[in-house]
């Protein structure tokens, strides 16, 4: 445990000092353009003056168009916009202003730091910037330490895992790792979202079941994707119906406090969900149809199916319906890129702790990890292209 709290600490302290002083101009990440993490913070602050409107209207309709001189020059201009009210302050900066933004309220909480600091101090949107990423940077670590102890931790009477089990592990916690280092340093907050949903993994395997519903009500508070995980939501809710009134009385506070995130979550998913029909179609999956003569289709069709039968081998069920919906999921929305096979991870925590899980399911489901990000996300989770970016010339 202090071994993997100092590796975690003294890896914090290396990449934020390395975003710090070769973060890209002007977005903050290692590389140039990098993510939304700007348009977060942003967002948030058009929250703040036009309420629900962030999730009924396109933002182009709700802030309107600024000049990009200096600093914003850099970003594109469509980009760049101001609200009235805010008179001479400092333009705001939003991309996919087409569109509603497309997150539940925690999304702002979380990005609420920055853009207090954006308001009421004189700190440059470059330094804001590095900060958004060094913040989901923090988050990143919390998840891969929570990742190590849900793989490496026994429970009580589990034997050592054998040579080959250890190095399952090993392998499936490098290619998280990886994954999470690499998306939090070009500004994806996902991050965070996946963090507390594996917290609730790891509260499950305890049987910590009120405590469960509350992490990953939380997580479905931070970001949307966290329905991806719905089937896990429902056997929270039936080993706590099945525990008796007992167990749902002494957790009373902790699943009034899932009930109202989960409520607030769909509420803003209601009022922005007409707008998702809209966004360009990126998912190769979609509408997903077999085709024989198509060689990606069977890269894709064979290796699920293996991994599948490995699963109902090992009687990992649980494992396998949240892996199911999850291509369900997929298979029904347009948009598929590379960051969104982040919320694939929880299910490689799953493996480990659902009952019934062996290393069978462990395997396969490190399986299903890479062939998803391969043919659906388009990217392949290894550390090679991260890797060697930290050791390019600085960007910008």
Request: charged share 15%.
């Amino acid at each position: 445990m202090l071994a993997l709290a100092v590796a975690l600490s003294v890896s914090f302290a290396a990449l934020a000092a390395w975003t710090w002083r070769r973060g890209a101009f002007p977005s903050g990440g290692w590389a140039g353009g990098s993510s939304d993490h700007f348009s977060h913070y942003n967002s948030a602050i058009v929250l703040f003056h036009r309420g629900l409107d962030v999730w009924r209207k396109p933002l182009v309709d709700v802030c309107p168009p600024a000049p990009a001189a200096g600093v914003y020059g850099e970003f594109p201009a469509h980009d760049v916009c101001n609200l009235p009210e805010r008179g001479e302050s400092r333009p705001l900066v939003m991309n996919w202003r087409q569109f509603p933004r497309p997150y539940p309220p925690g999304w702002a909480l979380w990005h609420a730091p920055a853009a207090l600091l954006h308001e009421a101090t004189s700190v440059g949107v470059y330094a804001l910037n590095r900060l958004v990423v060094i913040q989901d940077l923090l988050a990143a670590h919390g998840a891969l330490g929570l990742l190590a102890l849900i793989l490496f931790s026994r429970r009580p009477g589990e034997p050592p895992p054998d040579g080959a089990t250890f190095l399952l592990r090993a392998f499936t916690l490098a290619l998280a790792g990886g994954e999470l280092l690499r998306w939090s340093m070009l500004g994806y907050y996902d991050v965070a979202a996946v963090a507390l949903a594996l917290l609730a993994v790891l509260r499950l395997r305890d049987g910590r079941d009120a405590d469960a519903a509350a992490w990953l009500a939380a997580a479905l508070f931070l970001h949307f994707r966290t329905l991806w995980l719905a089937p896990l939501f429902a056997w929270i809710a039936r080993r706590l119906l099945l525990a008796g009134r007992g167990a749902l009385a002494a957790g009373r506070g902790r699943l009034a406090l899932a009930a109202a995130l989960v409520a607030l979550a769909l509420g803003a998913f209601a009022l922005v969900r007409p707008a998702l029909a809209d966004f360009p179609p990126t998912s190769p999956v979609f509408r997903f149809r077999f085709d024989p003569k198509n060689a990606e289709h069977w890269n894709l069709v064979v290796p699920l199916a293996l991994a599948f039968w490995g699963l109902a081998r090992a009687r990992a069920f649980l494992v396998g319906a949240v892996a199911a919906f999850q291509l369900f999921v997929l298979t029904n929305t347009p948009q598929a890129q590379a960051w969104h096979s982040l919320f694939l991870l929880p299910v490689l925590a799953l493996a480990r702790t659902a009952p019934g899980a062996r290393r069978g399911a462990e395997l396969a489901t490190c399986a299903l990890f890479v062939v998803e990000c391969r043919s659906i996300f388009g990217q392949a989770p290894l550390l090679g292209s991260w890797l060697a970016s930290l050791f390019a010339p600085p960007a910008g």
